[in-house]
């Protein structure tokens, strides 16, 4: 675990003071000192490389700005920039953000925002979630059903909170569902905003503080994009445009964006995410009709799309359904090879649901909970080093209920499929 290199900028005493104090009391970074004027700052930079810098552009802004643009076009000593100001208004932080600053924090309002912020990039640090070299945008997993009643949405809620508990990275369900969507109702959440309100409005208008609004975030850590507050919500679909517009921001900002695609609708917005996601979850129960559906889905996906990218998830497994299909039979029916099984636990998912939680946070200990941490982790793209390294960071008894074994009984992967 290495520690986070910072050095700051203040705009006054009073500030300089006040970071100072703070930033020196926290154990994981190496504090480097907090300057005053904007040249020094760079010439320190120079010296000791840092990973943060702490730039607070409060009565400076035009000065500040430059200075983190400059900063940021340095390539041979890249770092991150977090940037200060006393007041929270929409000019200050299309300013920040356009200059290259990461995060904005009113300072000293949110004195304990940055420390969270520091810690939050830290981890993501030493779990590779952050690549000075290449800023990547996020991984976009788009979760799918051919048929209604497959848990479509269970599966993207679940994926989305497991890989935001595996990697401490910024991750956020997108629930494109705009009439029926339900992940609001089953995280007990009650967002403000949802994408539908954003049908009125220009692209144009559309910058990063108003995509903001309509994030909301559950209590484990991960946000939420609702497609509808409510079945009467009284708004247009959204255009293409702007849906686009919705997922560059949110790529852009988050290391994980896991969309919750509307169940059997063939529409331009399926075909837009479909193509442009990096891995597909097509879920299938295992009665007849889903499975027909999803076979049908298959034959028309291989007219359109990269397949490598498409995993095919049959939920809801257990021995009394599957009598008879093997998985050798299953995959010869599809002419494509099954990705993963989960469990079936009826009775977990209806608890969790009713009490806006996960598998994982009401019974951590059932096979549902670990297929599901399993299959997030690898659509999720880790490498068993950061698999093991979550495993080691999970202590007492549940980090023993954790730990792996040589082969997984919960989900199975196409590797282990003969």
């Given at each position: 675990?290495?520690?986070?290199?910072?050095?700051?900028?203040?705009?006054?005493?009073?500030?300089?003071?006040?970071?100072?104090?703070?930033?020196?009391?926290?154990?994981?970074?190496?504090?480097?000192?907090?300057?005053?004027?904007?040249?020094?700052?760079?010439?320190?930079?120079?010296?000791?490389?840092?990973?943060v810098?702490?730039?607070?552009?409060?009565?400076?802004?035009?000065?500040a700005?430059?200075?983190?643009?400059?900063?940021?076009?340095?390539?041979?000593?890249?770092?991150?920039?977090?940037?200060?100001?006393?007041k929270?208004?929409?000019?200050?932080?299309?300013?920040?953000?356009?200059?290259?600053?990461?995060?904005?924090?009113?300072?000293?309002?949110?004195?304990?925002?940055?420390?969270?912020?520091?810690?939050?990039?830290?981890?993501?640090?030493?779990?590779?979630?952050?690549?000075?070299?290449?800023?990547?945008?996020?991984?976009?997993?788009?979760?799918?059903?051919?048929?209604?009643?497959?848990?479509?949405?269970?599966?993207?809620?679940?994926?989305?909170?497991?890989?935001?508990?595996?990697?401490?990275?910024?991750?956020?369900?997108?629930?494109?569902?705009?009439?029926?969507?339900?992940?609001?109702?089953?995280?007990?959440?009650?967002?403000?905003?949802?994408?539908?309100?954003?049908a009125?409005?220009?692209?144009?208008?559309?910058?990063?503080?108003?995509?903001?609004?309509?994030?909301?975030?559950?209590?484990?850590?991960?946000?939420?994009?609702?497609?509808?507050?409510?079945?009467?919500?009284?708004?247009?679909?959204?255009?293409?445009?702007?849906?686009?517009?919705t997922?560059?921001?949110?790529v852009?900002?988050?290391?994980y964006?896991?969309?919750?695609?509307?169940?059997?609708?063939?529409?331009?917005?399926?075909?837009?995410?479909?193509?442009?996601?990096?891995?597909?979850?097509?879920?299938?129960?295992?009665?007849?009709?889903?499975?027909?559906?999803?076979r049908?889905?298959?034959?028309?996906?291989?007219?359109?799309?990269?397949?490598?990218?498409?995993?095919?998830?049959?939920n809801?497994?257990?021995?009394?359904?599957?009598?008879?299909m093997?998985?050798?039979?299953?995959e010869?029916?599809?002419?494509?090879p099954?990705?993963?099984?989960?469990?079936?636990?009826?009775?977990?998912?209806?608890?969790?649901?009713?009490?806006?939680?996960?598998?994982?946070?009401?019974?951590?200990?059932?096979?549902?909970?670990?297929?599901?941490?399993?299959?997030?982790?690898?659509?999720?793209?880790?490498?068993?080093?950061?698999?093991?390294?979550?495993?080691?960071?999970?202590?007492?008894?549940?980090?023993?209920?954790?730990?792996?074994k040589?082969?997984?009984?919960?989900?199975?992967?196409?590797?282990?499929?003969?």
């Open positions: 675990m290495q520690n986070l290199k910072v050095v700051a900028v203040a705009s006054s005493e009073e500030t300089r003071s006040a970071l100072y104090g703070q930033l020196q009391e926290l154990g994981f970074i190496d504090f480097e000192g907090v300057l005053l004027e904007l040249s020094d700052t760079a010439h320190q930079c120079q010296k000791v490389n840092p990973d810098i702490i730039v607070d552009m409060t009565g400076r802004e035009l000065d700005g430059l200075f983190m643009q400059t900063i940021g076009m340095n390539p041979e000593h890249p770092c991150t920039l977090f940037a200060l100001h006393n929270l208004d929409h000019q200050t932080i299309v300013d920040a953000v356009q200059s290259g600053a990461k995060e904005f924090i009113q300072y000293p309002d949110e004195t304990e925002k940055l420390e969270q912020a520091l810690r939050k990039y830290l981890s993501m640090i030493n779990r590779g979630s952050v690549s000075f070299e290449s800023k990547e945008k996020g991984r976009l997993i788009t979760v799918f059903s051919a048929k209604g009643g497959s848990g479509c949405s269970t599966v993207a809620v679940n994926v989305a909170h497991e890989l935001r508990k595996s990697t401490q990275a910024p991750v956020v369900l997108f629930d494109l569902d705009q009439v029926f969507s339900n992940t609001a109702v089953m995280l007990n959440l009650t967002p403000n905003y949802s994408v539908g309100d954003l009125d409005t220009s692209t144009a208008d559309i910058d990063e503080n108003l995509l903001k609004q309509i994030l909301v975030e559950h209590p484990s850590g991960f946000k939420v994009v609702v497609g509808s507050k409510n079945v009467l919500d009284d708004h247009e679909m959204i255009s293409q445009e702007l849906l686009e517009h997922v560059d921001y949110l852009d900002n988050h290391a964006v896991v969309v919750d695609l509307p169940t059997h609708v063939l529409d331009p917005y399926h075909q837009y995410m479909i193509e442009r996601s990096d891995e597909i979850l097509v879920v299938s129960a295992l009665d007849v009709p889903g499975l027909s559906r999803t049908q889905y298959l034959d028309l996906a291989r007219q359109y799309l990269d397949m490598a990218k498409l995993k095919l998830v049959l809801r497994w257990t021995r009394k359904a599957a009598f008879g093997s998985n050798e039979s299953l010869a029916q599809f002419n494509y099954i990705y993963a099984r989960l469990v079936n636990d009826w009775d977990l998912c209806v608890e969790a649901s009713s009490l806006g939680s996960v598998a994982s946070e009401v019974k951590p200990n059932s096979d549902l909970a670990k297929g599901l941490k399993e299959l997030a982790e690898q659509v999720g793209g880790l490498t068993e080093e950061e698999m093991e390294s979550d495993e080691k960071e999970s202590s007492g008894l549940l980090g023993k209920l954790f730990k792996k040589g082969s997984s009984t919960h989900v199975v992967r196409e590797t282990e499929l003969g």
